[in-house]
């Protein structure tokens, strides 16, 4: 009986298809970009018996990609969570980060994260579907054009297509060969503060400045982190004032937050709404909200790791999980509906998001069987 334990993995044949999809640029707010990569992915589906369909979001994002792998069967099953969207400017790959092979180390942008693990997944099933068996649940791939802009858009399609599904794999990276079953939550908040021009020099009594008053409220945020619980803020970016010798105005930071458990995020989140500049004058708005709820590691999630793990073994690896991280991802979201997720699915390596990224290209064979291995074997 041929299992995801045979057949030779053709780890070459595979790296072409990451290529094909690192060297076509997609940053989350290039669409023509990231419909190209959607197309690219599309065709790799061909000749597999899934049924295939677009989903328009807005001008300024790519689309949707949902791919149903058993277009006749409407049982619970599998949800494949994938992100076609880098934060890479179009650019990198010409300049900082041209696609090269070092040795196992394949740089490229995206390619980590988490293009690699896109195609694993891709390919994972391909194998089993040109085989021409059958998985004892069926499975249902989607390719989303924003997770690095935290899903604006894809959110609602992810939970409408993971309501009632038995289980979600998600494709993102690896940790030192390790999977995710469990990520902080995120909070995102703008803050402003308004106050009154004035020219410095002539009339500095008659001027409110917004950044004074804003410095007092980033000390205040700095404060508000707390390491024996997890919780980080982080003023980000800031930006204010429009003279050097004009008492500022107006002043806005940009915030983010990181908890790891809901009781954390609503005490949290009324902290950063109750922030108020405590200098005469000035008008203090705060808006954002929690945008990814804690990828808590339930029952559920402890089950499947420990399927997953099996499998592992079978293959020849100890799998293990990474400790918590800060990160959030589209499991996030579908944990938090409480379906039984397991992310960091994808090629191992590092540097995400900077222009030292690369991935293992040992890393393809062990990840394609273990893909493979979770979609022929969960029930
Ligand atoms: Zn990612």
Redesign the pocket.
Known sequence: MPSFLDDRVDSDAILEDIRNIVEIESPSRNAPGVNSVLETIARLFEGTGAAWERELTTDSLGNILLVRCDPTRNEPGILVLS?MDTVHPVGTLTGKLTYRREGDRVYGPGIY??KGGLVLGVAAFRRIALARRRTKLPITFLFTPD??LSSPVSRSVIEREARGQRYVLVT??SREGKVITERKGIGVFVIRTRGRSAHAGRDPDKGRNAIVAMADIVVAIAGLGDHTRGITTNVGLVAGGTARNTVAEECMIEVDLRFCDDKSASEMEAKIRALKASRPEIETTVTGKITRPPFLRGAGVDLLFDKAAAIAKEIGFKLESAPLVGGG?DGNFTVAMGIPTLDGLGVDGAG?HTNDEYMLFSSIEPRTRLLQGLMERLE
Do not use: N
């Open positions: 992100h994260d988490m997770e690095e993102e990276p991802s995400a």
